[in-house]
């Protein structure tokens, strides 16, 4: 049973060990899009990158972290949060953004797998910008992306799954991958390449309900739906 507070908000329990955790960045959010993480597991730790403290405070949500330069978070929200045990790491460097740094800390508790919401919209230098972060660190974990439609993620040689048929799937290449190939696309690809400002692989279409997707060398970012179910 979840714990909740008075407010029926879920509060996940700060489980030790797992090995799965989440990090809300303070982009585009949306509570709906939140809740389906709360309510797939009870095992996530959840990582606050800053301003995104507000939005879960706006919830009464305690998160088990909370990392940045805490250059957007109210000085009432921290104090609150202090209050409730949350462990507190604000880090000055600015050559790293408050993803890099929420990632960092992260993999430094050994969480293998990192779901990320929040990280894109708003604006567009700040979603390129963590993107690029997303790509740094596709080799060390499981890292996904998530919005409101689409989970994206850098493709490690392979990917295969249960799909749609009709439905968008996206390829991009940032900025190169070469030897590509599909099955269960409509417009297949075949031992071909991607690159940006080149070629694009976007809004390809399911023609099948299994999708699968391999590339020989090269970074490419694959966008599929998740269709209101968070997989875990």
Same mark, same amino acid.
């Given at each position: ?7 029926? @908000?879920p @509060?996940?329990p ?14 585009e959010?949306?509570?709906? =899009? =939140?809740?389906?993480? *709360?309510?797939? @597991?009870l @095992? ?22 909370? +990392?940045? /330069?805490? /250059?957007?978070?109210?000085?009432g ?5 202090k $209050?409730?045990?949350?462990? #507190?790491? %604000? ?12 990632? %960092?800390?992260? *993999?430094s508790?050994?969480?293998?797998? #990192?779901l990320?919401i929040?990280a894109?919209?708003k604006?567009?230098?700040? +979603? ?27 493709l490690?040689?392979? +990917? ?11 390829? =991009?290449?940032?900025? %190169?991958?070469?030897?590509?190939? +599909? ?20 809004l390809? #279409?399911?023609?099948? /309900?299994?999708?699968?997707? $391999?590339i020989?060398k ?15």
């Amino acid at each position: 049973m979840k714990r909740q507070n008075k407010n029926n @908000s879920p @509060s996940p329990p700060l489980v030790r060990g797992i090995k799965k955790c989440l990090i809300v960045c303070n982009g585009e959010l949306k509570k709906r =899009l =939140l809740n389906k993480f *709360l309510d797939a @597991s009870l @095992s996530l730790s959840i990582v606050a990158c800053d301003g995104a403290s507000n939005f879960l405070y706006r919830y009464k949500i305690i998160p088990h972290y909370i +990392t940045g /330069d805490f /250059d957007a978070i109210k000085s009432g929200v921290l104090r609150y949060y202090k $209050t409730k045990g949350v462990t #507190i790491k %604000k880090i000055r460097d600015q050559n790293t953004n408050d993803l890099e740094k929420a990632l %960092k800390l992260a *993999l430094s508790k050994k969480f293998s797998k #990192i779901l990320i919401i929040g990280a894109t919209g708003k604006r567009l230098d700040h +979603t390129i910008n963590n993107l690029s972060v997303l790509k740094r660190y596709s080799k060390k974990a499981d890292i996904k992306f998530y919005d409101n439609t689409f989970e994206m993620f850098f493709l490690n040689k392979s +990917t295969e799954f249960k799909y749609r048929k009709g439905e968008v799937v996206s390829l =991009l290449a940032l900025p %190169k991958a070469a030897g590509i190939k +599909t099955q269960g696309l409509k417009w297949k690809l075949n031992n071909e390449t991607l690159e940006l400002g080149k070629r694009e692989g976007a809004l390809n #279409i399911a023609s099948s /309900d299994f999708v699968k997707v $391999t590339i020989e060398k090269g970074d490419l970012l694959v966008f599929r739906k998740h269709f209101g179910k968070i997989n875990l």
